[in-house]
């Protein structure tokens, strides 16, 4: 496994927490690195990748809720609205990572911590959001 890959399970697993707790995000990144030890430069790569996907989260779930037709933000399983949160930060602010690697990495992510059906989606709908950023 890549670190980035592990960098982005990790940063999967915060974002689960932040969403699912309401806590604030300094005090959770105190705790969860606290008791998760990593590399620093996995702990850089996912604390960035939480930062920014918390830094931009309206505009993020405004693209993911223009293209999840019949599906509210706020009623998708968390786990894959997190994992489209993490995976849209990616495509929209991270020029440095190819769309292709964001795009097959959150798939990879929705395989192992949710569902195919999930990964499908996951697929499908940052796909949608990826062909409109590469329009401009």
């Given amino acids: 496994m890549s670190r980035r890959h592990r960098a982005r399970e990790l940063a999967l697993q915060i974002l689960f927490q932040l969403d699912s707790s309401q806590e604030d995000l300094k005090g ?18 996912a604390n960035r990748l ?6 931009n989260l309206k505009a993020i ?6 293209y999840a037709k019949h599906w509210e933000i706020k009623r998708m399983p968390i786990v894959d609205r997190n994992i489209l949160r993490l995976g849209a930060y ?9 769309i292709k690697v964001s795009l ?3 798939v990879e992510l929705a395989k ?3 569902t195919e ?8 709908l940052l796909d949608r959001v990826a062909h409109e950023k590469s329009k401009k």
Avoid: M
């Fill in 28 to 45: 959770t990144l105190k705790t969860f690195w606290f008791l998760h030890r990593h590399p620093r430069e996995i702990k850089e790569f």
């Fill in 50 to 55: 939480v930062k920014g996907a918390q830094e």
């Fill in 61 to 66: 779930d405004e693209k993911i809720a223009r």
């Fill in 90 to 98: 990616e495509i929209l602010y991270c020029p440095d990572i190819p």
């Fill in 104 to 106: 097959n990495e959150a």
């Fill in 112 to 114: 192992k911590f949710s």
């Fill in 117 to 124: 059906r999930s990964s499908q989606f996951v697929n499908a």
